[in-house]
Every structure is written in C-alpha cells, then in structure tokens.
C-alpha cells in the first residue's frame, strides 16, 4: 500500500505477463496492484494449469497439424478483469461434422439464454456473388488421418517445402509424417470480403485445432494491433467486442478460407526457394478452442465455413472438399523401407550442410531448379497413382489475393450511427452518382450490386468498401 501511494500520476509501465501499459493515477494503481497481488498469490506458490493467465506454448502439436504460426513481430496487449466467472466443463463424444446453414436463430435445445443471432449484419446470412473455385490442396499427414476440420493446407510447392524445411531434417520424421494428402476443395468468399477485391482473408495458423493467430486485438494511430496466440476475450477490437463469434476478422468477413504467399506475412516472412508456394486455413466448426473444447454448443455459435454442398459464401459455407488421393513421402523420394533406412544411419536431409546422409533426394533447399524438379516428381507420381483423377492443370489453383492493408480496414471497429443519406449530405451525392453514372460505366467497382440496387444498398455498399472518414455512415 505504502509503494502503490508513492506512484506519481500520469502514464505507468509495468513489465510483466498481465499489465503492460496503463493510463492510471496513485489511488487506482493501489487498488489495482492490491488487487492483482492478491488474485495471483496462489499462482507464486506454484502455477495452477487451469489459470488463464499461465499459457503453455510448449506443448506437442498432434501428427495431423500441417504447421505452426511463428511470427517475430507482434505485440501482445491483455487487459486484466476482476469480475468472477464460472464456466461449465463439456466432453465431447462424436468426430462427426454436421453442416449448419446460415440462420438468424439458435438452438432451443441449449441452456443459455444468448440467442443472439450469429451475426448483427444481414449480409452475412445472405449467399455471395463471388466467384466459385474448384482447384486441389495438399496436406502432410501420418498414417491418422482426420477430417481437415481447423487445419491448415497448402499447395504442392507449399507442401514440399513444409516438409523440406520442418520434417526430413528429423530422423524419425516429425510428428511421424509419412503421407501427403489430396483434397478437391471448392471455395467462395463471403460477401463482405468479396466487395473489399478479396477471394481470401488472411491465413490462420491451426494448432490442435484452435485458431492461433494473427488476430487483431487492439488500434493505435498506425492502424491495427495483431497478437498471437487464440483469441480471447480481452482483445479490444472496438465496435465487434461481446459478438457471437468474437474476433474481428470472423465477425466482419464471416468463416473465410485464408491463404498466404510463402515469402510474405504473416508467415514465413522471409525468401523460400519453392516457387509459387501458398499456404492455405480451412476453418470448420468452433475455430477458437482446443479440439478437446468442441462442444455441441461451441459447433452451433461458431458453425466456422465448413460446408456439406457447393459453397454459397455465406458466413458459415465458404468452403467444402472431398478426398482425392494420396501418395508417401518414401515412394516419392525412392525408400524402400523406412525403418531399415533409419536403422542404417541415413538421413534424408540435414539443414547445416543442405545435404543428406547417404542419400541425396532432398539435397539443396535453396536450388530453386532442384526445388522445381521436386515439384514435376510429385505431380506427375499423382497422375501416374490416379490416372481417372481430373489433372491439375485443368483445376487451376486460384491466386492468393489476400490485401493485408485492405484486409484491416475496418470500419466496424469504430462507433457509427446509422444515418439514411438525404439531399444536401456529402453521402447523397456519392450515392446518386454511384447509382446513375458509376455503376454504368465501371459495374465491376460495384460487386454484388446490380443498376436496380436501392439507395440504401448503394448508400451501404459505400459504407463498407469506402476507407475510414468517408462521408457515407450506414444506412438505417
């Protein structure tokens, strides 16, 4: 008490794992001190692995799981509360994957009382006019193979350099990868993303089947905060705090399909040598737990974009798939018999001499000609594996056009007052120009809408496609 009353007034730091920077004076800061000292005292006696305020960032990944995000330039912000909670503990007894389609209702089976629907806007319910793609993605996967529910997925370079760069090197392969895995997936952006010139949203990495980042979870004047790690609830993500699905990104653009360009954020940040390489997020049902935390519940408020039936880029049917072949990493590269390869003293690859041991497959990481060779090996082996399959090249995979700066724009994260625009407004004008002159000389500035559009779904259009400060508020 005597330390907190000697704190002078104004901006404090405090170093630590709950309170970053606060804006306080004397008198708070020793009720928030006194407060938090007592609240983590059990946890300096030793920490409980139940606490929300212990993370363990050092547990296994399961085999399943295509890879981990690893950003190096991040800033985490986590705001500390004392209001007590209890929450309920669920098992879960089923693997099965049921399609919800989008609806402004909930369940009347459950207990509780929010039966908010899962979105506020009605665009989010309504079907997309975003192209349709049909095009194959890859996974590295053992010999278990689960639904790919909350993973992550790549192209084939993308596959290959995972593997090149994370697996191989190990003896025994990490996480006991034997396979690569072919899904025909079929994707459609959601309306909101669609509008903003995307196909894709930003890629999620996937651990145990939690969503772990980059989430947005805060602003400054430069723009916005990303964190890593699952979101929680102590992210402030303004205007989308207390919705249904929590985070910014699912609230505003619904369950999208993510991809990034290896090479580029959010990861890896830095040259590969694979050429082409993508990564891609698949997100199914209840995207923010651990897959041990997949409760009926959880399903049903967050359904994710997992859908049985062509997608209709609707929030929560942005993506389907269906199983379309494998092969193995040792018919790939030429091993006969793993085990007494290992036994033997082999080794596929070995980071600090870019070689192998005994065996020269994998050799030269950084040789994009070689990397290229590996890529035409592993294409042509699928063909040879399923000659009735529909080849590659007639499913062309579509760009990844993730606009990071474009993606961020959030107008929903700041308090705005509907407002229907009338003459005189700034926002008419554009409107009506929109309406009359835009849409007929540039239609494809205008997606989704067509020259017998309302004013207000015009008026509304320019509201969530325009930068922030526009003149056009939403309409009412």
Not at 254 to 279: E, Q, T
Request: aromatic residues 14%.
């Amino acid at each position: 008490r005597e330390f907190c009353a000697s704190l002078p007034t104004g901006r404090q730091k405090y170093v630590g794992n709950v309170v970053e920077e606060m804006r306080i004076d004397a008198r708070h800061s020793c009720l928030i001190l006194f407060a938090y000292l007592t609240a983590a005292e059990p946890r300096l006696r030793g920490s409980d692995p139940g606490d929300p305020f212990v993370s363990d960032n050092n547990s296994a990944e399961p085999a399943e799981l295509f890879t981990t995000f690893r950003p190096t330039t991040f800033t985490r912000t986590t705001t500390m509360s004392f209001t007590s909670t209890t929450t309920s503990n669920f098992t879960i007894t089923t693997s099965t994957y049921t399609s919800i389609t989008a609806t402004r209702t909930t369940s009347t089976t459950t207990s509780t009382k929010d039966t908010r629907p899962i979105w506020s806007d009605d665009i989010m319910f309504q079907e997309s006019s975003a192209p349709l793609f049909t095009f194959y993605m890859y996974r590295a996967v053992s010999d278990k193979v689960y639904p790919p529910m909350n993973v992550n997925a790549a192209n084939l370079p993308g596959v290959l350099w995972y593997l090149h760069n994370e697996v191989v090197e190990r003896t025994p392969r990490k996480f006991g990868i034997t396979k690569i895995i072919r899904l025909k997936v079929q994707t459609r952006a959601p309306q909101t993303l669609w509008e903003k010139g995307m196909n894709f949203g930003v890629r999620f990495a996937f651990d145990k089947g939690q969503a772990t980042g980059p989430f947005e979870c805060g602003r400054d004047k430069y723009g916005p905060k990303l964190c890593q790690g699952p979101f929680n609830s102590s992210f402030d993500v303004g205007m989308h705090n207390g919705s249904v699905v929590g985070a910014f990104e699912w609230d505003t653009y619904g369950y999208f399909v993510g991809c990034n360009k290896l090479g580029h954020f959010p990861f890896p940040n830095y040259k590969i040598y694979y050429p082409g390489a993508v990564w891609w997020s698949l997100p199914g049902p209840c995207p923010s737990k651990n897959y041990t935390q997949w409760t009926d519940w959880c399903k049903e408020r967050e359904p994710g974009g997992y859908c049985d039936q062509t997608p209709t880029g609707q929030g929560n049917c942005t993506w389907t798939y269906e199983d379309a072949g494998e092969i193995t990493i040792d018919e790939l590269s030429g091993i006969r018999n793993y085990t007494e390869f290992v036994e033997s003293g082999r080794k596929e690859y070995m980071r600090g001499p870019d070689r192998g041991k005994g065996w020269t497959w994998w050799d030269s990481k950084r040789d994009e000609l070689a990397n290229e060779w590996r890529i035409m090996l592993a294409q042509e082996l699928f063909a040879k594996k399923y000659p009735d399959s529909t080849p590659e090249s007639e499913l062309p995979e579509p760009e990844c056009d993730f606009k990071q700066t474009k993606f961020y724009e959030d107008k929903g994260y700041y308090s705005v007052e509907c407002r229907t625009a009338v003459r005189g407004d700034p926002c008419y004008n554009d409107v009506m120009w929109a309406m009359k002159t835009g849409i007929k000389q540039h239609p494809e500035w205008y997606r989704g809408l067509s020259p017998d559009a309302s004013f207000e779904e015009f008026q509304a259009y320019l509201y969530r496609t325009s930068p922030v400060g526009h003149s056009c508020p939403p309409p009412c």
